[in-house]
């Protein structure tokens, strides 16, 4: 068992983990499941990003793809003319830390040349040219679990034992990015909430967090609005998942994961604030 992580290196930027970071989630997509279409402009997208920030997110992931289950595969040109505007309106800015989330080593490079801090990989940099790019910057590293891929993920996924393989995943991964000479600090994990996943998959992952928190590396949850929330709570309507969001991400941060990844930002930060103020109040 290792220490718990309590920073996070991530380009130009230590992130201190020791409480959870906000990440939230700009999607420059028309499709993705609770906000495609919204921010489709570059700039709505950045707007929001500054009412995220100015909310209390610690950082930004942009994404110009949509990886709900079943989504369509978009050319590498149209995620490059999505992302890119954004990603270079925000990440020049000195205290704004951006990640870019997307499987495709040609847009991470773009990416960081254009100033995000972080990539954050869906298919876990299982790309090797994604590992080239991921060695060849300083950019901090979301490595996500996935099984399979975003078109057949949810037909019928099947574990022996989800925690262990998705935690013995994730440690082979940081493995090969470390052996690739990437430092260790730059490095967080995703155990992937409903990327081939049932929701009882889901629902044991965020039971055994401390079993990705004892590997020592910052992790990430993503729980925000997804359907495990909708199954458990009957609300079909994505936007509509906001209690059962805040709750995951609050049984999350108390299990003392580091970065909740959220549509969110002002209630989570909210809710977030009052379970500290509750944890810290005096004898
Ligand atoms: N979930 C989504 C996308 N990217 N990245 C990480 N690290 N962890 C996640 O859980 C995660 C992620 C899916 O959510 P969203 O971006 O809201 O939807 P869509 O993929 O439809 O754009």
């Known amino acids: ?20 970071l906000v990440m939230g989630i ?9 906000d495609g279409g919204r921010f489709i402009d570059p700039d709505a997208a950045v707007s929001h990003a500054r009412e995220m920030i100015a909310a209390g997110a610690g950082i930004i992931d942009v994404g110009g793809e949509s990886t709900r289950p079943g989504a369509p595969p978009v050319s590498s040109e ?10 270079e309106a925000l990440g020049g800015e000195p205290d704004v830390p951006v990640s870019i989330d997307t499987r495709h080593a040609v847009i991470a490079r773009a990416c960081v040349d254009a ?18 790019v991921a060695a060849a910057c300083d950019a901090g590293l979301v490595v996500m679990h996935m099984l399979g891929e975003p078109q057949t993920m949810q037909d019928e996924p099947h574990y022996d034992d989800v925690v262990a393989e998705v935690r013995g995943y ?3 991964r940081a493995r090969e990015l470390e052996e690739a000479g990437i430092a260790r600090e730059r490095i967080a994990l995703d155990p992937g909430i409903g990327f081939g996943k049932t929701t009882q998959h889901n629902l044991a992952l965020l039971r055994d967090l401390d079993a990705f928190v004892e590997t020592g590396y910052p992790i990430v949850v993503g729980a925000s609005r997804k359907r495990f929330i ?12 906001l209690a059962g969001s805040v709750a995951a991400a609050i049984w999350s941060a108390s299990r003392g994961i580091h970065v909740l990844r959220v549509h969110d930002v002002r209630e989570t930060v909210a809710a977030l604030a009052v379970t500290d103020a509750v944890r810290w109040a005096d004898r």
């Not at 700009?26 to 609770?34: A, E, G, I, K, R």
């Not at 909708?230 to 998942?241: A, F, I, N, Q």
């Open 115 to 132: 100033g995000a801090s972080t990539i954050n990989d869906v298919s876990g940099f299982r790309d090797p040219a994604m590992i080239g």
């Open 230 to 241: 909708g199954d458990v709570t009957g609300e079909s309507e994505p936007d509509k998942r």
């Open 78 to 87: 149209e995620e490059l003319a999505r992302v890119l505007p954004v990603v």
């Open 1 to 20: 068992m290792s220490v718990p992580a309590t920073r996070w290196r991530c380009g130009r930027f230590t992130l201190p983990v020791d409480r959870p």
């Open 170 to 172: 994730l440690l082979a």
């Open 26 to 34: 700009l999607n420059v997509t028309p499709d993705s499941f609770s």
